[in-house]
């Protein structure tokens, strides 16, 4: 089975923190994505990335940066985090016509 | 501009009855439809998935029925059972097309024992 872990299932951050989410996959997937999920938006993507080093935003960029230094993980950055980054965080690795998903992390930044 | 629409927030079902989600996209050159299911606090499921050239996929209570002409699909659950209560989540890609799928607003489905 394909297991995709975040590093962290509750997280709650202060206004102006810097705050680092990780993805990790055991199954030597290419492609990784990290999606915000808001009660009526359903999943949005922030970035994705198809290889090591390699990167592309989202819908939902601003304010989101990406790291992506090995292929089995895949790592969120938030620069300086604002209120209105509080929200469910997935992560996501894609294997043909299937994306697997961590458990999610909720973050509530106060 | 939304590509994939869930309409209905929220449906309720008594326990045992079929339970229907819809899906309805705007794109239409969408290669794969799928479905995930997703309980509070955790990831997405994957449940069910439908190629665009089929019209119809089944996998023991779950049916996906695809109509292309109406950019339509939806999700049959017979019979519904307790355990079924969760948010849906419509989504869909193109194949070799970057590598994003666009998922749906999704339905939060309530079996009623």
């Known amino acids: 089975d394909v297991k995709v872990t975040q590093s962290s299932r509750y997280l709650v951050k202060r206004t102006g923190e810097k705050v680092f989410l990780e993805c990790v996959q055991d199954m030597d997937h290419e492609n990784m994505f990290w999606y915000r999920q808001d009660p009526g938006l359903g999943l949005r993507l922030i970035y994705f990335?198809?290889?090591?080093?390699?990167?592309e935003k989202g819908d939902i960029p601003e304010g989101y940066s990406v790291s992506r230094e090995k292929k089995e993980r895949f790592s969120l950055i938030l620069e300086s985090a604002s209120t209105n980054q509080t929200s469910m965080y997935l992560c996501?690795?894609?294997?043909?016509?299937?994306?697997?998903f961590g458990q999610g992390t909720r973050l509530t930044v106060v | 501009d939304q590509q994939v629409k869930q309409n209905s927030p929220s449906l309720s079902v008594q326990e045992g009855r079929i339970s229907i989600l819809n899906c309805d996209y705007t794109n239409s050159m969408f290669d794969y439809f799928l479905w995930y299911k997703k309980y509070p606090a955790e990831g997405p499921t994957f449940l069910i998935s439908i190629s665009s050239i089929k019209d119809k996929n089944e996998d023991g209570r779950f049916t996906v029925f695809l109509n292309k002409s109406a950019k339509h699909l939806s999700l049959h659950i017979v019979p519904s059972q307790p355990g079924d209560s969760a948010v849906y989540f419509c989504?869909?890609?193109?194949?070799?097309?970057?590598?994003?799928?666009?998922f749906g607003p999704g339905t939060r489905l309530s079996v009623l024992p």
């Open positions: 990335s198809y290889d090591v080093k390699m990167k």
């Open positions: 989504a869909a890609f193109r194949d070799n097309y970057g590598q994003n799928f666009v």
């Open positions: 996501a690795s894609k294997r043909g016509g299937r994306a697997f």
